[in-house]
């Protein structure tokens, strides 16, 4: 209820502020017309606009050939490296490669053992890190691939 109060009398203020100065300009005597003014203005909006709206042509004729020049350099390149990576991916020694990261990686989580060294558990810390780190590349590149 408070804000509604609030908001109520913000309204009123404003609306004594318009008028207020509906009734100030009566008294100041001011006999020009409000439409006059907007006519010139709208006219001067219209040119404006006009000019505004050649630069954006031009701009986007400009953006358009930089754009696709810039998209067949790129996309070039972009389909010739995503082709050696797929044939990468694609490829017997990638598989074995990741193999035997799945194996090693399932026999370093299988020496745990209870009352081991802190070496070992370290060693096997930074093991986990790496085999991480590489399936997350594996994932990356396959993705990439397609």
Same mark, same amino acid.
């Given at each position: 209820q408070d804000d509604k109060r609030n908001s109520m009398q913000h309204l009123e203020i404003?609306?004594?502020d318009i008028e207020l100065s509906d009734s100030q300009k009566k008294e100041s005597g001011d006999d020009?017309?409000?439409e006059d003014t907007t006519n010139d203005d709208d006219e001067e909006e219209e040119e404006d606009l006009d000019e505004d709206n050649h630069r954006?042509?031009? *701009? @986007? !004729?400009? $953006? *358009? @050939? !930089?754009r $696709?020049?810039?998209e067949n350099l790129?996309?070039?390149h972009y389909k010739k490296f995503q082709k050696l990576i797929a044939n990468f991916v694609a490829s017997k020694y990638f598989r074995r490669i990741v193999l035997t990261a799945i194996v090693i990686n399932t026999l370093s989580m299988g020496i745990e053992y209870h009352g081991q060294p802190p070496s070992l558990t370290?060693?096997?810390?930074?093991?986990?890190?790496v085999f991480t780190i590489l399936f997350v590349l594996e994932m990356v590149l396959k993705i990439f691939a397609e």
């Open positions: 404003v609306n004594s020009t017309n409000i954006k042509k031009s *701009s @986007k !004729r400009i $953006k *358009s @050939k !930089r $696709k020049a810039f790129i996309c070039t370290n060693a096997l810390e930074y093991s986990n890190i």
